[in-house]
DNA sequence: GCCAACGTTGGC
DNA sequence: GCCAACGTTGGC
C-alpha cells in the first residue's frame, strides 16, 4: 500500500538543486508533533512532493522515502525523528501554490488547509491531479 | 487547567 | 514588512 506525501524547505535553507545534487538526503530538523506523526507513517517507498516554501511556492519535484523515521540526529534529546528521501525526478511543469488555490479539487490539501504544516500525507486522487498538472507520467516515478 | 504573552511559519 | 494562524511557555 503505497502512500503519498509533501514536504515542505525554504529553497533558501536548502533547495531542490541541492537535493538533486544529494541524492539522498536525511530530512531532518521536524520539530512539530503531527509532522513528526506524519514522517513515522511513511514506509519506504512511499512518493513525496517537494515544495518550495517562502520562496517559488510551488511543487518543483518528487522524492522517495528510502529509510524509514529513525532519531534525528540534529536533536540532542533524540525525541525527534527524521527519515531519508532519494529524488526521484523533477516537476517539469512546477505547481505553484497560486493554481492549486484556484482549483475546486484541491481546496482540501493540507496545504491550503493547514499552510504551517511541513510534513502532510496528499491522497492518492490529488496526488494523481497534482502529477498532471506539473506534466509527470507513471514513467517518471517508476524506478 | 486556563489564558495571556510570545515565538515561528509562511503567504501576501 | 506585515499579519494570520498556530504552537509553546509560564503565571495564576
Avoid at 30 to 46: E, F, T, Y
Avoid at 51 to 56: K, T
Avoid at 81 to 106: F, G, N, R
Wanted: proline share 7%; with cysteine.
Amino acid at each position: 500500500m503505497m502512500n503519498y506525501w509533501l514536504i515542505k524547505s525554504e529553497p533558501d535553507a536548502f533547495s531542490w538543486q541541492e537535493q538533486i545534487q544529494n541524492n539522498i538526503e536525511p530530512w531532518t530538523g521536524i520539530r512539530n508533533h503531527q509532522a513528526k506523526k506524519n514522517l513515522q507513517s511513511m514506509k519506504n517507498g512511499d512518493l513525496t512532493f517537494f515544495y518550495h516554501s517562502n520562496v517559488g511556492k510551488e511543487i518543483v519535484g518528487i522524492v522517495r522515502i528510502v529509510k524509514e523515521a529513525y532519531p534525528d540526529p540534529t536533536d540532542p534529546d533524540q525525541k525527534w525523528s527524521c527519515v531519508d528521501v532519494q529524488t526521484v525526478c523533477s516537476v517539469p511543469t512546477p505547481v505553484t501554490l497560486k493554481q492549486i488555490k484556484a482549483i475546486p479539487e484541491l481546496q482540501e490539501v493540507s496545504l491550503i488547509k493547514q499552510s504551517r504544516l511541513s510534513v502532510m500525507p496528499i491522497t492518492p486522487e490529488h496526488w494523481k491531479l497534482l502529477c498532471n498538472l506539473g506534466g509527470i507520467t507513471q514513467a517518471d516515478i517508476k524506478k
